[in-house]
């Protein structure tokens, strides 16, 4: 008998086991385009459940009341395991990158800002939850949302774009682990552009083709070297250093220009 309530409880704690972590105390729900207003005690964190989500999503938290930074924002998928995080207005990566509040190479420092907002891919039939944190000395009220987008077309991996003589097009690295691809339709100088300290991120990897083994010949980055001679043909992927932020499609994040002209490089 004793074997057997043995072998019963082992068999219960396996099954526990299985189930994972139980999920947080939830303290709301959003839906597609839907958001809510939230109380955060100071050095605390309040758990929102997202559900009926597709597509490109950003996911925002904005103190209201008193306006201030001090917010802190995590994705989390259905099995509790972070995916993604923010710590700026500006720019949101990897979690143990986002969290430290400076990129890979300790090249940018937090922005005082009084939101935190964060891209993803939600899959269909998936829950996720966010996470927002109030590490403020001060309760506030946070407003909490989601908001389905259309992503920058440009540059797109799988879309064969590409980039002629004289021509200029503006993309935005808008979710982790993207990667942005034109091929040169002519010779000239390659110039790439960009403002704002999220763009110490970019990094544009120019190679002598599109085939996967060819030979990468030299890579641009805004405030370094921004501007090379190349040749028609030339491959060029876009992406993040390390492939571990993401930014948003407007001036001061993870938005480019990339040139084609026969303006010499300074």
Request: some cysteine; proline content about 6%; glycine content about 10%.
């Amino acid at each position: 008998m004793k074997r057997a309530l043995i072998a019963v409880l082992g068999l219960l704690l396996l099954l526990l086991a299985a189930c994972g972590e139980p999920p947080p105390a939830v303290d709301a729900t959003l839906g597609p385009d839907d958001n809510k207003t939230l109380t955060l005690l100071p050095s605390s964190a309040a758990y929102v459940r997202l559900r009926n989500l597709s597509g490109a999503v950003q996911a925002y938290a904005q103190t209201v009341n008193p306006r201030g930074p001090g917010l802190r924002l995590v994705l989390l998928n259905e099995d509790l395991v972070a995916m993604y995080a923010s710590s700026d207005f500006s720019w949101f990566g990897l979690p143990g990158v986002a969290l430290a509040g400076k990129g890979a190479r300790s090249l940018i420092a937090p922005t005082l800002t009084d939101g935190v907002r964060l891209n993803f891919e939600a899959a269909l039939g998936h829950d996720y939850y966010l996470k927002v944190e109030n590490f403020s000395n001060v309760p506030v009220d946070v407003e909490v949302g989601v908001a389905g987008f259309s992503p920058n077309p440009n540059g797109d991996f799988f879309a064969n774009d590409t980039l002629a003589l004289n021509e200029s097009k503006t993309g935005a690295i808008e979710f982790v682990g993207e990667h942005d691809a034109y091929t040169l339709k002519s010779t000239g100088y390659l110039h790439l552009a960009a403002s704002g300290a999220a763009n110490a991120w970019l990094v544009a990897d120019v190679y002598a083709d599109a085939a996967p083994e060819a030979d990468k010949l030299f890579t641009l980055e805004p405030d370094g070297l921004n501007c090379a001679p190349v040749s028609n043909g030339y491959f060029v992927l876009l992406r993040a250093h390390g492939n571990a932020a993401a930014g948003f499609d407007e001036p001061g994040s993870l938005q480019y220009t990339l040139t084609l002209d026969n303006a010499s490089c300074p």
